[in-house]
């Protein structure tokens, strides 16, 4: 993930490790239709709101390919806190991006805060 201070993890190979598979989860999330709509029509907040279940949802269904980051999301709160924050904004501003980028105009301004 491109920003915030998140540790994930305890060495350089788990840290990129970690990377990767959130960035695969971010990736997976904006080609959702559920996902796109949600970002379309809601600001930012109602927008983490909206996609909560469906981000844990995904990793657990990854789960065989990173097991200790998944079971860390789940049972660390302190460390979803972080993590799903800094997910879900780049999750929006990914789709808004894409999806206003691609209708050829700005439209309608979004609260993003």
Known sequence: MSSGK???GSSRSSVAED???FQQIKERACKSEHVIQTAL???L???ELGIRK???DMMIERMGENDKIVTRYMADRDFQGTAFPI???EIFEDVQRKQL???GKA???RDAT
């Open 41 to 43: 029509a809601n600001p």
């Open 54 to 56: 469906l981000i844990e």
């Open 107 to 109: 439209g309608p301004a």
């Open 45 to 47: 907040d109602k927008f």
């Open 6 to 8: 998140a540790d994930f």
């Open 101 to 103: 980028g691609s209708a």
């Open 19 to 21: 990377r990767l598979f």
């Open 87 to 89: 997910l879900a904004r």
